[in-house]
């Protein structure tokens, strides 16, 4: 069993960060230069020149090509080796790996595994961050753990009530009982809390200016491996939506994971909040940003402990699950036979 699962759609990045030149990430193990031709192409390759290893993310973007900033061998975005300087013929050889890359709303997908594959799988649906009605902020963080670390911290949100206190966390969020349950046939691990009567933490009063008592759902859709989203509601105690669907008295927010693997003990998380209130404030916008940004340090600073904890320890070791650890024992055992395959 290898320690990624290859054969998935994974965030790399974000468009914004090709804007003015390549850029190098290392994804579930392999260093690859992302970068967009001057026809706005984009292009993931093997993030080393054929001839001497040099990263080709260190040289030159000229027109739809790479130029190492070595020796000079240049790359169309397929990966083949189009030029080499002073000879005009080469190996048919000189190509370097190509990798399936989509570009879907602000996040660049990445395809590791299988090129053959990457053609039958669609990118999994992520509306919010691309459709009209919805604004969002993003940004992203590297951790030094591996990355099912990440998604027992994802799938079990009760960690909000200490971990994330004063944020987006009250005691009432590891107090209420959860449901998992998986859909197989469309690959997805959900997670539902649905709290009623309780306290609305700062990041939903503040940016909503919702007051008094509320009923706050966590409906949690993870499709393994990468994408994780979180449905939020906040409304008033009691409303409830109408029969059609709609719900015009309470505020929805999307938080949005990539966990993508960059090694086997270091994970990149993007993540993204969207919302469907207030989309023409800005101070809701910084506000959000600077709330978002704070949560994450919080699990990336305990994350990078317990991988530290987890690495340091030789041989059997007690983990207990209790019941709030349901979805995520789901997740991972999705995850495990995915890697098996
Ligand atoms: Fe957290």
């Given at each position: 069993m290898g320690p990624f699962v290859t054969n998935a759609w994974y965030v790399?990045?974000?468009g914004t960060e090709v804007a003015s030149g390549p850029l190098a990430r290392t994804i579930c193990g392999d260093p690859i230069v992302f970068f967009r031709g001057e026809s706005g192409s984009l292009a993931a390759l093997a993030?080393?020149?054929?001839?001497?290893?040099?990263?080709?993310?260190?040289g030159l973007v000229k027109g739809d090509t790479i130029e190492c900033g070595?020796?000079?061998f240049t790359y169309d975005c397929s990966g083949m080796c189009v030029s080499v300087p002073g000879q005009s013929k080469f190996p048919s050889t000189a190509r370097v790996k190509s990798y399936p890359v989509v570009e879907q709303g602000p996040w660049i997908w990445v395809w590791i595994g299988d090129p053959d594959k990457a053609s039958s799988t669609?990118?999994?649906?992520?509306?919010?961050?691309?459709?009209?009605g919805w604004r969002w902020i993003g940004n992203h963080a590297s951790i030094n753990c591996r990355s099912g670390l990440l998604v027992d911290n994802l799938m079990d949100l009760s960690h909000e009530s200490y971990l994330h206190a004063g944020y987006?966390?009250?005691?009432e969020v590891a107090q209420t009982p959860i449901d998992s349950s998986i859909d197989d046939k469309a690959g997805i691990v959900r997670v539902n809390r649905h709290m009623h009567n309780v306290e609305c933490p700062p990041f939903y009063s503040k940016s909503s200016g919702i007051s008094g008592r509320i009923d706050r759902w966590q409906d949690i859709e993870y499709r393994p491996p990468c994408l994780y989203v979180l449905h939020s509601r906040i409304a008033p105690t009691g409303v409830l939506p109408n029969?059609?669907?709609?719900?015009?008295d309470a505020i929805h927010m999307k938080i949005l994971y990539g966990?993508?693997?960059?090694t086997e003990n270091s994970t990149w998380n993007f993540y993204a909040v969207a919302r469907d209130?207030?989309?023409?404030?800005d101070w809701v916008s910084e506000f959000l940003t600077e709330m978002q940004d704070a949560v994450v340090k919080q699990d990336v600073d305990a994350l990078n402990v317990l991988e530290k904890v987890i690495a340091s320890e030789s041989g059997q070791v007690q983990e207990l699950s209790i019941k709030i650890d349901t979805g995520g024992l789901v997740a991972r055992n999705v995850l495990k036979k995915m890697r098996e395959r």
């Open positions: 790399a990045g974000w993030d080393r020149c054929v001839h001497r290893r040099y990263p080709l993310s260190l070595y020796h000079g669609e990118v999994p649906k992520h509306p919010w961050l691309y459709d009209v987006i966390g009250t005691p029969s059609d669907g709609s719900d015009p966990v993508t693997p960059e209130f207030s989309l023409s404030d």
